[in-house]
């Protein structure tokens, strides 16, 4: 039987029957992992934190308390009431109720029987406890990660699976830091190396390669619910890609994940904030925004308010916020209290709460951040520098402008004031006053009028309008920002309605996490200190289940947007926890971070699903084989793209729009107050990686499929399947382009065997083998008899896409092997990473 | 085929609970042919209906004048409504700062409908025609003031976006009937001049957190129907089925290698989007249609887009066994053009929405297909004075209004809730959004409080917290 904790015991619990789990079972109960699940789930609802909803005053989640109550007796279970109540038959006594929904199993009862035989112990929630760093199992392992996956293995009597073919590993770790594949040259330069380190030079030059922060940004944007539009009515465009190219940059020059964290938290309240310190807090602003007609904007600025706390609460907290917005959370020690003084943080925003309008296609609400690339940078310093160079000139023009005046004949001098006009006698001698006076006049009211005239002067001015008005164009980047420019006072929210004002709070991290440093500002550069101090249990575990969920398609705990006491048990929460402090020691370095994790043999054993495997370990818990992961839909447009060789590799920028079915936004062309025309790229800019692709939050990219709607904060990695999928990659012009383009770009390689060993070598990083060729040989005869036969429809099916055709080719072929380079791009070895 | 196998896998959703769920649930099918995934012990009773059509009437069509009679308005027409009766209503801000509340009567008259009587403007005279196969409900409220955030609350149970919708739980929680079209269907069309203003938002249809094979699919109005559901020009059905078995022969080569049951399920995926390559256009292939069903639905029901289109096809979805279909007309947001407007709405949607119901009678369906009707809310039984123009049209009004049901399990010939001689304040019966939504969930054989989903560490359910069964719309 497995030990407590193992993965084992829930499928043992439904399949098995726990009856005979637990007799048998010699290790004591752990609270932790077994008690308190049941607790949580049946019990906390109404006697656990939240103490409004609290029935019968009794508390189950604090052990005094439930004493205090006689919910049980330690030691003997059977006069303990708790016991009884679950096994009652009477609908009065039951516990949880029948309305509750909720059933506690026989096992589960027997669990708590034996807990409270054993004296009835608790233990603080795991990962409410500052992680410290377990000792490794002394099995040998050289990578700290292989000795702990490999000592629950071996307790299950299990063992890694052997390393994966090279080829595909190249792949599996190429797409996993770039989410590219390898290229054929790079696959064979790998395969030509065998000296002993030859693995891990691959993947320093991966983590080198700037497609390394294209990919890893993608998980940032599903949490920052990133998009480049508002959301709702008008639903106007917004730079926010700018703080995107940002993150880029930062991923990609590895910033520590504190510094990272900081920045996006608080870069504005930084000493001496640089204009990318302010950029980065763009991260608090990527929700979306109300500009419906009618509403009200402070109702709307309290829907970001709340945002903003879920959303950096699942970020770097692991927990579920949302939940003490209205009361005091019914499973983690988080009252209302604590949720507003998390939410005074961002209640400082000098902002309205609802976007601005106007006749330009963007609506954006304050403070701002002008950002321009830096080539409007480069224009506008031009500009500026013409505008200067002419304004050193402008007191000399203004004299001689003043001394044309005065030598003008009186009727050309325009109205004069009558006690000014003897002062213009001629031969009059002035005095220093008069002389300023009469200039401030010329000054006042006639120099405007000479200003217009004069060329030199005109020029000027014309210079000065050329500056105003670059920096007001359409696409003159303005970034929503944070800043704490406004004081507000925060109040606790009677059920979170904005109008229902309690007590005011100021700002205060959660009470059952360590305190505030002292000399930490109570703001949200505070805040960000905080989450960095290093007995914080959460933050590094947090972060460091995330990543081993980008590379193992699972966090260690799965349920990665919450770690809080209604989490999935780890699999593996020693490992967790050495990780968490790892990158907390090591100075929070991501790349090494998954460096660690990518060179591991874990990592790196096959993932070849055997029948024993698959009965012993269904889930692959153990990790005793590496998953097979489907790409996300974003990678597996790129991975089209760069196969064909149609990838344009630049790096950063505003947003494109590739290839959608017609009018794709035409649900929203209603409105009259804009353009919703899909304004399809031209060239280069229909290639580029699908992050750069416009994403409109009201309707996403229709291509990319089963992605987060970029609504709300979103963590975790859930894959579906559905025929649509199929379609959108059978019949998408993107794909078809993509096809007849790798068809071209394997003409050359002589015969068809060649071209199609080639074409598959460029989609799945290897060459095929077994049958595979004589499949693919099949494949491709079977589709040239088909365009033989119908001309029209070979060059029908050649049309598809705006890059050019190589004539040379002859259609048919051209056609045959489109046909068959687009089946091969949907292999399910293509779709998935091995 | 799926095979059981293929749930035993680690490469899709989440395992543990939910495939062992899954796999439950596939020892039922043989029992229970008409659902294919249905979690286990769902539906938890006999469901009255089997399919839901929803007709969305967005922008929020005006109770006062169409579905709830107040002679009073008409008694007191341009005084001001008693500050007694206005309460602390929070209304939009393009009202709430008003000095003057004038009652503005119908605009039309109402007369009696069918052996029940019912009262109801003579801009609907069809919809007075299935007078007696109705459920009129005239206490409906909300507390949200603007569209988007309405909209939203009905179809997820929240304003703001982000959870699923309630045809998402549907097939979440019963599975699908017709593995060959999707499970959830939306279409959309609007008001002819555009007078409305109102978008479609995919948030209004959306999976949330649960597995992303739930969201609705929503046909389109122009281009294909279904997104890439059609071969690209220069492939042909034949030439598609070709690549697919010497793609299929591929995968199965990869299957032995590489023994993950995942395989499989991707073979039987493409199988699928074949046969939905087919029978998208079959169910969209009117020529069978007899002329005088496609004469029911009115002038419209060949253009593409509009509203009476869109019923027709849901009267074929309800046939193929589609969990939910859900039509989205934007047409109702009348603030200034009431006199106008509300006329030409409800041309183009009362004879078509009657007829679907007919339709669904005369082939046997209505009975297990609930149809519903209504918006996200009212509108102000005072007028609105846009922009200094005059009293040309009503605001927005949350705090009651009007739906009708029908089908499915409702009680026929029937009203249920009462509102003040304004039509201000539910006085009787209410039915807030929230036990609408449990009502809607109950008739489908599912209690709303335990179908939930377990995301960051909580059940969520449709109706949140909150949401009583309505029993006095069940028949």
Known sequence: ?834 | MLTRRSFLNAGVQGIGTVALSALLSKDLFAAKPDALGALPGLPHFAPKAKRVICLWQGGGPSHVDLFDQKPTLAKEAGKDIPAGIRGDTRLSSMSSGYAKWPAVPAIKPFARHGQCGRELSTLIPHIGSIADEICVVRSMNTEAVNHAPGVTFFMTGSQIPGRPAVGAWLSYGLGTMNEDLPAYVVMTSSDKTKTCGQLFFEHYWSNGFLPGKHQGVRFRGVGEPVPYVGNPAGVDRAARRTMLDDLQALNREHYAAAGDPEIDTRISQYEMAFRMQASVPDLLDFRNEPKAVLEMYGPDVLTPGSFANNCLIARRLAERGVRFTQLMHAGWDQHNNLFTQLELQCRDTDQPSAALVKDLKQRGLLDDTLVIWGGEFGRTPFGQNQQGQGYKGRDHFGRAYSWWLAGGGVKKGHVYGETDDFGWNVVKDSVHIHDMQATLLHLCGINHEALTFRYQGRQFRLTDVHGKLVRGLVA
């Open chain 1, 1 to 834: 039987m497995p030990h407590p904790g193992s993965p084992l015991p829930l499928l043992a619990t439904l399949c098995v029957g726990a009856a005979t789990l637990s007799a048998e079972s010699p290790t004591p109960v752990d609270f932790n992992t077994e008690v308190r699940p049941i607790l949580s789930e049946n019990c906390f609802y109404c006697h656990g934190p939240d103490a409004n909803k609290r029935k019968a005053k009794l508390r189950l989640d604090v052990r005094a308390d439930a004493l205090a109550k006689k919910a049980f007796v330690p030691g003997d279970p059977a006069t303990s009431e708790l016991i009884k109540r679950l096994a009652s038959k009477d609908p009065e006594e039951v516990m949880p109720p029948p309305d509750a929904h909720r059933t506690v199993t026989p096992a589960q009862r027997e669990t708590l029987r034996r807990w409270i035989a054993e004296g009835a112990a608790y233990q603080e929630h795991w990962a409410f406890v500052t992680p410290v760093r377990p000792p490794l199992p002394p099995n040998g392992e050289k990578n700290p990660i292989d000795a702990f996956v490999v000592a629950k293995l071996a307790a299950a009597r299990l063992t890694l699976s052997p390393e994966a073919p090279r080829a595909t590993l190249l792949r599996r770790v190429t797409l996993d830091l770039t989410g590219l594949p390898p290229t054929p040259a790079e696959t064979a330069a790998f395969l030509a190396d065998d000296s002993a380190d030859a693995y891990e030079k691959q993947v320093d030059r991966l983590l080198a390669s700037p497609r390394y922060g294209e990919r890893m940004v993608l998980p940032w944007l599903d949490a920052a619910r990133y998009a480049d539009s508002n959301g709702f009515q008008q639903d106007g465009d917004t730079f926010q890609w700018v703080w995107r190219d940002w993150l880029v940059r930062q991923l990609n020059a590895d910033l520590p994940f504190d510094r990272l964290s900081t920045e996006m938290l608080a870069g504005d309240l930084l000493p001496d904030a640089t204009p990318e310190q302010r950029l980065a807090t763009a991260f608090n602003r990527n929700h979306i925004l109300n500009g419906e007609g009618g509403n009200i904007a402070e109702e709307q600025r309290f829907v970001s308010l709340f945002d903003r706390v879920d959303t950096t609460a699942t970020t770097w907290l692991g927990m579920t916020m949302a939940c003490a917005q209205c009361h005091d959370h019914k499973y983690d020690p988080l009252t209302q209290k604590d949720y507003y003084g998390w939410l005074d943080a961002f209640n400082h925003a000098p902002e309205r709460g609802v976007p601005g309008g106007g006749p330009s296609r963007f609506r954006l609400d304050q403070p701002l951040l002008e950002y321009p690339s830096p080539a409007q940078a480069a224009q506008l310093a031009k500009l500026q520098a013409d505008f200067d160079a002419r304004n050193r000139d402008l007191p000399a023009l203004q004299n001689q402008a003043y001394a044309a005046w005065l030598a003008k004949p009186a009727k050309d001098r325009g109205m004069t004031p009558k006690e000014l006009e003897p002062l213009l006698a001629p031969d009059r001698k002035r005095t220093a006053a008069e002389e300023k006076q009469l200039r401030a006049h010329y000054n006042k009211n006639v120099f405007p009028e000479d200003r217009k005239r004069l060329p030199a002067l005109q020029a000027l001015d014309a210079a000065k309008a050329a500056v105003d008005k670059f920096k007001t164009t359409a696409d003159w980047p303005r970034v929503m920002v944070m800043s704490d420019a406004t004081a507000r006072d925060t109040h606790v929210l009677d059920r979170g309605a904005y109008l229902s004002k309690k007590e005011k709070v100021t700002f205060a991290t959660p009470a059952f996490l360590p305190p505030l440093p002292a000399d930490a500002p109570r703001n949200r550069l505070g805040l960000a200190r905080w989450l960095f101090r290093p007995e914080h249990p959460l933050t590094a575990r947090v972060q460091v289940n995330r990543q081993w969920q980008l590379f193992f398609g699972k966090g260690i705990v799965r349920t990665s947007e919450d770690l809080g006491v209604q989490s999935e048990q780890p699999t593996h929460r020693e490992l967790l926890d050495w990780l968490a402090v790892e990158f907390r020691e090591g100075g929070w370095k991501t790349k090494s971070l998954q460096r660690l994790i990518v060179t591991s043999r874990t990592y790196r054993q096959s993932s070849q699903v055997t029948p024993a495997g698959l009965k012993q370990d269904p889930e692959n818990k153990l990790l005793g084989r590496s998953p097979r992961l489907r790409l996300p839909s974003l990678l597996l447009r790129d991975v089209a793209l760069a196969a064909s060789g149609l990838l344009t590799e630049k790096l950063g920028g505003a947003p494109v729009y590739p290839y959608m079915p017609p009018a794709p936004w035409e649900s929203l062309a209603i409105t009259k107050e804009r353009d919703f025309t899909y304004p399809t790229s031209q060239g280069p800019d229909l290639y580029r990686r699908s992050l750069y692709t416009f994403w409109r939050r009201t309707i996403a990219p229709v291509n990319l499929f089963d992605t987060s709607a970029r609504q709300a904060c979103r963590v975790r990695i859930s894959t579906t399947s559905s025929p649509l999928h199929a379609l959108t990659m059978l019949n998408d012009p993107t794909w078809v382009e993509a096809s007849r383009a790798l068809a071209q770009r394997v003409w050359s390689a002589g015969d068809d065997a060649r071209r199609l060993a080639q074409a598959y070598q460029l989609v799945l990083g290897r060459a095929p083998t077994g049958r595979e060729p004589a499949l693919l040989a099949d494949l491709l005869a079977h589709q040239r008899a088909i365009y033989a036969a119908d001309p029209k429809a070979a060059a029908a099916l050649l049309a598809h896409g705006a890059s050019p055709r190589d004539p040379a080719i002859p259609a048919t072929e051209h056609a045959a092997l489109t046909a068959a380079c687009l089946a091969l791009f949907n292999l399910d070895a293509a779709i998935t990473r091995d």
